[in-house]
């Protein structure tokens, strides 16, 4: 069988959301939540629900905004040591 990207999904406090999907995308999304009932043993999932963890594994696994997100971070961090050094000198 398929090693599918996603595992089985995880009840969470819903937030709504409203968008407007492509017939085609809502189709595959239809299609994915089926064959992955068939990988999990798991009743088929809403469709909708695949979104977020679609989304968050995207979002994983996309190795370019790791990168960027780490030199923001790293730069927010220097950027406040930065600032904080300075309040430090100004209070002497």
């Known amino acids: ?13 819903p937030v709504r959301v409203v968008l407007s999907l492509p017939g085609a ?3 595959d999304l239809v299609a994915y939540a089926e ?7 798991e009743p088929a ?6 979104i977020v963890p679609m989304l968050e594994r995207f979002i994983a696994t996309d190795r370019e905004f ?5 030199a923001t971070n790293a ?6 040591s ?11």
């Open 25 to 27: 995308l809502h189709r």
């Open 66 to 70: 790791a990168k960027a997100r780490r």
């Open 35 to 41: 064959v992955l009932a068939r990988e999990t043993g």
């Open 82 to 92: 930065a600032a904080s050094l300075a309040s430090l000198s100004e209070r002497r």
């Open 45 to 50: 999932t809403d469709p909708v629900k695949l």
């Open 1 to 13: 069988m398929a090693k599918l990207k996603l595992g089985p999904i995880t009840s969470d406090k």
């Open 75 to 80: 730069n927010q961090t220097a950027t406040s």
